[in-house]
């Protein structure tokens, strides 16, 4: 017997899944693991200015398209503004980290494959209630797979 799921077809309404508040960004999960069998997921995020992970790596893909607004990205060292229908790739293992960069809040999709993320997005926002719970995250995300790094390292 297989522990698989079947695929299933998904659709996703305004309003029809919560916000998660994760550093300061707003994310809401449109299509998880148990849909796609583990074969990616697809979250909507909304960075507010200066919101966003700081440099961490993970062992799976990352893909973003941004819709509107602008977001400062750092990708293995270098650092780059991505604007409003640009897409970008990042490949497992890559060293990166983002922030909003647009007065009005950027609104980005991100597409992990496989699906990894949503556990520590769900424990960053049950146990992270603001600035004094950040150090928190680091031991949350060895948890899942994500892996922070300190300013300097690499």
Known sequence: MSDRQPRQIRIVRPGEVP???VLGAGVRFLCEAETTDGAFSVMDNEL????GPPPHRHDW???YYLISGAVDFVLDGKAMRVEAGSFLYAPAGTLHGFSGASPEPAHMLVIDAPAHAAAFFREVDRVVAGPEDLSRVPAIGDAHGIHF?????G
């Open 19 to 21: 916000t998660l508040n």
């Open 149 to 153: 790094v300190a300013p300097g390292d």
């Open 61 to 63: 893909d990352e893909a």
């Open 48 to 51: 507010p200015l200066g919101a």
